[in-house]
């Protein structure tokens, strides 16, 4: 359908600059999640490509047209609101219908557009319900199908699922993605929620003060993010981050925690001396009997999610956090532990600039 | 949401009747009323000519003038007060927790939509001296013997114009304050409860603080609206007995349109208009809290 | 000290004497209301109660509430040309003022919550200044003008008149109204393909129903009850609204009858009591928005 080209876009409110110049290409029927925490700038950003914010500098083009100076109307864009934002005095049917109307299309037209629209939704039922009759997970269908009754070249999606409660949320999570693959739409799709990125995106894009810190494949930014903004922002529970010293023994890298002990890296890493930050994810500490691993650690807090367990531990250097898989035995609070850690997948980062201190050979 | 940049015929069109409307009704009358209050205007009169300051001096010299501004002044500040004050207490009656709070409301509400005239008409009624129902209280409760003749002294009169001005009035006040009431949230009031303090140092502590912005802007708007009406003293009293409910409103109105001295009317309205402002901007300082 | 002492004694009582006490709070605190409500009400109950009785019987010491004999003769009377004339004056002058002024009331209050200007902020400000324009003022001026646009003793002068001083507060109103309306709704549409002007027609007006009919009813009332205007802008009967009638016909002819005096007043009161009952909550909400809002 379409591709959309983000050329060096600024924008300001009054004197604060609130994006500071943005590259971003999405290619066509790519679904790409925008996250970052609140104030990044990902609303923003959206809402400049939706046309309801104007850019203070830069280009917006969509399958190739400047769309710079073009109301919504001509952008040929549908978007899925967080509040849904549903015409509260219309129908459902008159809901989806509002925008073909508005466009000039047949009433027969409309008819069968908005009802295969409503099949696709489960909405057939409630065509002559007002919003106020309906619970909040159809309120967010009616508010997709109003987006789908067209075919737009672009979805842009603004935190659609966060007023929803947690089951319905992964729920229409997989529903939007289904949608994504069948209507071959090019989506972009705004969240603070790093799960829903993860799950539902072809490529993340990280925001952060108005600026992209890392783009790519979910997996890509999880195993190697390039800041450590976005080591702690991807993942749950987060990455755990320390301050440690890089140094050279005998041609080889090492690692020095701040307890004093040494970490082998086992030649993935060009030997300098450095001060960073060094990361491990929970998934790749694991626990062992007290005396052995890298650390030892008191347990702090154990919880209990079903399918694994997390075991959070004092030790020398700091809190950490272990994941464990469910149903094996862990240490109870307050008793000692030892803590292994998979060497080949510690993460590092200059300390104080945060910038990932790239392998040997990547 | 929008920008006139990229909507400029839609911004105009939207403001385009209001600026006729205004412009021809409002901006234009108050600019043309303030110019006209140095002339000796009057459609008695061929020719106008500037008069100077010469309206202003003739209305500082008349101590007519000075009258009206006392009875204008008196009424209007004690009837502002009354209704506050009344109306307060009723809204702080009806949020303790009582049922039935919105069929109060509305039998108070109601008395907001009385027409001027009907009240006119009925205190007329209620305070005739002979047989009026409020002579009739006053006698069998013992407070007076006789006839106490409401509308005929010069002490009593601007009392009967204060009473219709502050019932007619008492449901704004309460009405705002009532939703200001509930619009506090109930755990404010339940902290304080559990901090410790009973309802009148909840009252003085929590809710009148809370209240004050609100109220005493609604009362500024009572006083504004008070200095407007002219219905009673015009029909009413028509300004009598002596003068003794001769107000600014009725002074203006009489001297443009009863002698037809525009020019001295003018000078009036405009000298009301700027007592006005002074006073709200002085209000504004004293009565209403800063936030925060 | 006193203080302590209070707190420590409203503290100790056992838990059925709390109930008691504040069961006997509670019921003072109904005949308080119902008191205060009364004495409100008063004024009106009176009038009804004297427009229902026969001249005689309205002289009487004491006074009695429910009259002796009840008589529809009082208004029999009023039915006659003159107010008849009178009433269908004011009604229309006051449906259209309220249709004029809120229409454009509405326009305007979109105007200044949707479009962020300079000028906003002070027109705000000037059409709230603009309530305390002293109004014989401003009718000397607007005479000058209705006598120039052939405007005197037509509807047209009073409908613009009451325009005049009505249509800041439905500005205000419509305004408070629209700044607490979610902006999305209004996107979506614009992101649909609606123009600005079809979001303002098909969206915005139909979602501000209730505080148009504040607005209305507001606009409505003030012009039932305006008597300069009317004094001065009409000469002749059939162009009269009721106020100015009233004042210069019937209090005019007026000797002694308050019987008839109050059927009249029960009379001019009714349309505006019966727009209050049907549209209370919706006028209320109108009125409170801004203030709950602060």
């Given at each position: 359908m379409a591709n959309v080209q983000i050329n060096q876009v600024r924008k300001s409110y009054g004197p604060v600059e609130i994006l500071h110049g943005i590259d971003l290409g999405i290619k066509d029927r790519e679904f790409v999640a925008l996250v970052g925490p609140?104030?990044?700038g990902k609303s923003t950003l959206l809402r400049i490509i939706a046309g309801l914010e104007e850019l203070g500098q830069g280009e917006i083009s969509i399958d190739g047209d400047v769309v710079n100076d073009l109301t919504p109307k001509d952008r040929d864009i549908a978007m899925v609101f967080q509040s849904y934002a549903l015409y509260p005095h219309k129908n459902v049917y008159e809901n989806m219908a509002f925008t073909l109307k508005m466009r000039g299309a047949k009433r027969d037209e409309i008819d069968q557009k908005v009802r295969a629209a409503a099949d696709a939704l489960n909405l057939t039922d409630y065509l002559d319900r007002s919003p106020a009759q309906l619970s909040g997970g159809q309120r967010q269908r009616v508010a997709m199908g109003r987006a789908l009754v067209r075919k737009p070249k672009v979805f842009l999606f603004d935190e659609p699922l966060s007023n929803l409660d947690a089951k319905l949320r992964v729920e229409m999570r997989t529903e939007i993605r289904r949608l994504h693959q069948d209507l071959e739409a090019t989506s972009v799709y705004v969240t603070h929620d790093q799960v829903e990125a993860m799950t539902m995106a072809d490529r993340i894009v990280v925001l952060h003060d108005g600026h992209i810190v890392q783009q790519g494949a979910p997996m890509e930014l999880y195993d190697r993010p390039a800041t450590v903004f976005v080591a702690s922002f991807i993942g749950s529970p987060q990455m755990n981050l320390f301050d440690g010293q890089l140094q050279h023994s005998g041609g080889r890298a090492a690692l020095t925690l701040t307890d004093g002990s040494g970490v082998d890296l086992g030649g993935r890493f060009a030997p300098t001396d450095a001060d960073v930050t060094w990361g491990i994810r929970p998934d790749d500490l694991s626990l062992c009997a007290p005396?052995?691993?890298?650390l030892q650690g008191q347990v702090a807090v154990v919880e209990h999610t079903g399918g694994e367990v997390l075991v959070f531990a004092d030790t020398a250097i700091g809190n950490l956090c272990v994941r464990a898989p469910a149903r094996t035995p862990v240490p109870r609070v307050g008793e000692t532990t030892g803590i292994a850690m998979d060497n080949d997948r510690l993460h590092l980062f200059s300390r104080p600039a945060g910038q990932r201190i790239a392998e040997i050979g990547v | 949401m929008y920008s006139i940049k990229r909507h400029p015929y839609f911004f105009m069109s939207l403001f385009a009747p209001a600026l006729f409307l205004v412009g021809g009704l409002l901006l234009y009358p108050i600019v043309n009323g303030i110019w006209l209050s140095f002339t000796n205007a009057s459609p008695l009169r061929p020719t106008t000519d500037f008069v100077g300051l010469g309206n202003y001096v003739y209305l500082f010299e008349d101590p007519q003038f000075w009258d009206v501004l006392g009875n204008t002044v008196f009424i209007c500040s004690v009837s502002t007060i009354f209704c506050t004050v009344l109306g307060l207490i009723v809204a702080l009656l009806l949020d303790s927790g009582i049922r039935f709070v919105g069929f109060f409301r509305a039998a108070v509400f109601q008395?907001?939509?009385?027409p001027w005239i009907v009240i006119a008409i009925l205190w007329g009624w209620l305070f005739n001296d002979e047989w009026g129902i409020v002579n009739h209280f006053l006698r069998s409760i013992g407070v007076v013997e006789g006839q106490m003749a409401w509308l005929f002294e010069t002490e009593l009169a601007p009392w009967v114009v204060i009473f219709a001005y502050s019932w007619r009035a008492v449901p704004f006040v309460m009405v705002i304050a009532l939703a200001a009431l509930q619009g506090i949230p109930k755990e404010i009031q339940e902290a304080a409860e559990i901090d410790g303090a009973g309802y009148f140092n909840r009252l003085r502590h929590i809710l009148l603080p809370l209240l004050q912005n609100i109220v005493m802007t609604a009362a500024l708007l009572e006083a504004v609206r008070f200095l407007q009406e002219v219905t009673i003293p015009l029909?009413?009293?028509?300004?009598?007995?002596?003068?003794?409910?001769?107000v600014l409103s009725l002074f203006t109105y009489k001297a443009a349109f009863t002698e037809w001295d525009f020019g001295l009317a003018a000078a009036a309205g405009t000298f009301w208009l700027v007592f006005v402002i002074i006073f709200a901007g002085i209000y504004n300082r004293v009565a209403l809290r800063k936030s925060a | 000290m006193t203080q302590s002492l209070t707190m420590s004694r409203r503290a100790s009582p056992s838990r059925i004497s709390r109930t008691l006490r504040r069961r006997a709070n509670l019921g003072m605190i109904y005949v308080c209301v119902t008191a205060l409500v009364m004495v409100m009400l008063i004024p009106v109950g009176w009038m009804l109660s004297t427009s229902f009785k026969p001249l005689k019987d309205v002289f009487q010491i004491p006074p009695r509430w429910i009259p002796e004999v009840i008589t529809f003769q009082n208004y029999a009377a009023q039915f006659n040309e003159v107010l008849g004339t009178l009433t269908l004056n004011s009604l229309i002058v006051a449906v259209c003022a309220a249709a004029l002024s809120t229409f454009v009331g509405a326009m305007t209050a979109y105007g200044i919550s949707r479009f962020r200007f300079r000028g906003g902020p002070v027109l705000m400000l000037f059409f709230m200044g603009s309530l305390a324009f002293p109004v014989p003022l401003i009718m000397i001026s607007l005479y000058g003008l209705f006598v120039k646009l052939g405007l005197l003793n037509t509807y047209a002068a009073l409908v613009l008149g009451h325009t005049a001083i009505t249509i800041p507060v439905s500005i205000w109103l419509l305004k408070n109204f629209f700044d607490q309306l979610p902006r999305e709704v209004e996107e979506a549409a614009y992101v649909d393909g609606a123009t600005p002007l079809k979001v303002f027609v098909f969206i915005v007006l139909p979602m501000a129903r209730p505080a148009l009919a504040a607005s209305a009813i507001f606009v409505f009332v003030v012009s039932w009850n305006e008597l300069l205007f009317g004094l001065t802008f009409t000469s002749t009967t059939d162009m009269r609204p009721l106020p100015a009638g009233i004042t210069l016909i019937f209090l005019q002819e007026f000797e002694g009858a308050w019987s008839e005096m109050m059927a009249l007043a029960v009379i001019v009161s009714v349309p505006v009591l019966v727009l209050f009952f049907f549209f209370q909550k919706t006028f209320l909400r109108g009125v409170t928005a801004g203030a709950v809002k602060g």
């Open positions: 609140s104030g990044c005396g052995a691993g890298v | 008395v907001w939509v009385v029909v009413l009293t028509q300004g009598g007995p002596i003068g003794a409910t001769n | -």
